[in-house]
């Protein structure tokens, strides 16, 4: 069985994604609570005992609020680096397994995982490179306002990309935060524009990424038609599959290096 991932929701009420393999099911962040996790997972026929293991990428609410409560709950360990460990108010020795950035983590035979550090405000925050049993890799990448080289270097070679495509520029300037909010999230440790997204993109991506998934849209400053215009606009000669992921999910699921074999779940977890 190839590696399988399913983003359960993401956005700024709440950050999950699934990677299921033949023997390991971890999650990467949260941050919905148990009784959210518990119906998004059931959408997809998994039960909250079946997951080995959190893995947090920073301690944002959005991101972890539910970490805790699902490890008491149904005993899968947290996984995070020692400022977002603290961050969430946890015990590093009784209650996380501690990482440092660049840091190879084994699930089973079937899942490791690589956090590469990235730069967003106010959080020691982490992307993850994924990779299976056959060395098939991909990607989970949110909240950061600018990519480094070094991400950059790990994202080529992925069959698979999500990534955060949280704002349109127009958007964000003529809306309703107050300036110093637009400016920390256009900011370099903020988060990444629909512009910045293809521009990455068209740096890293080539014939071996076979699909893309944009995450963590803003709900007030952008819309999922002008995220994939944009990004496709860029991307003109590639052909692979590219999706939205929003807050209600799960929505799809795709299995690594099989580009036709996304997925398609019709249910809809409720938002409350």
């Known amino acids: 069985m190839a590696l399988e991932i399913t983003h359960l929701g993401t956005g700024s009420r709440g950050n999950a994604t699934l990677l299921s393999g033949e023997e390991s099911k ?17 959408t997809i026929g998994v039960k909250p005992t079946e997951i080995d293991a959190i893995v947090m990428s920073h301690h944002h609410t ?33 209650q996380c397994q501690i990482f440092d950035a660049l840091e190879r983590l084994q699930f089973g035979d079937d899942i490791s995982l690589l956090p590469v ?8 925050n982490v992307g993850f490179i994924f990779s299976d ?27 698979h990309i999500s990534i955060e495509a949280n704002y349109d520029a127009k958007r964000l300037a003529l809306g309703p935060y107050p300036p110093s909010l637009k400016a920390r999230i256009a900011g370099r440790g903020g988060h990444l524009s629909n512009t910045q997204v293809a521009e990455i993109l068209a740096e890293v991506v080539t014939d071996e990424v076979e699909t893309i998934v944009l995450c963590h849209l803003s709900e007030k400053n ?3 038609h002008i995220a994939e215009s944009e990004v496709l606009f860029g991307l003109e ?24 074999s996304a ?3 019709q249910s809809k977890s409720p938002q409350r």
């Open 26 to 42: 971890v999650l990467i962040d949260c941050g919905f609570s148990g009784r959210q996790m518990e119906k998004r997972l059931a």
């Open 62 to 94: 959005d991101h972890g609020q539910g970490a805790a409560i699902f490890s008491k709950r149904w005993g899968a360990t947290i996984h995070a680096n020692f400022t977002t460990c603290a961050g969430m108010g946890l015990d590093p020795v009784n």
């Open 117 to 124: 550090p990235i730069p967003h405000d106010g959080a020691e």
């Open 133 to 159: 049993r056959r060395g098939a890799r991909g990607a989970v990448i949110t909240d950061l306002g600018s990519a480094t080289e070094e991400l950059l270097g790990h994202l080529r070679g992925c069959s």
């Open 222 to 224: 952008n819309a999922p």
């Open 237 to 260: 000669d590639w052909s692979g599959d590219l999706r939205i992921s929003t807050q209600i999910g799960p929505e799809f699921s795709h299995v690594l290096t099989q580009p036709a």
């Open 263 to 265: 997925r398609i779940i």
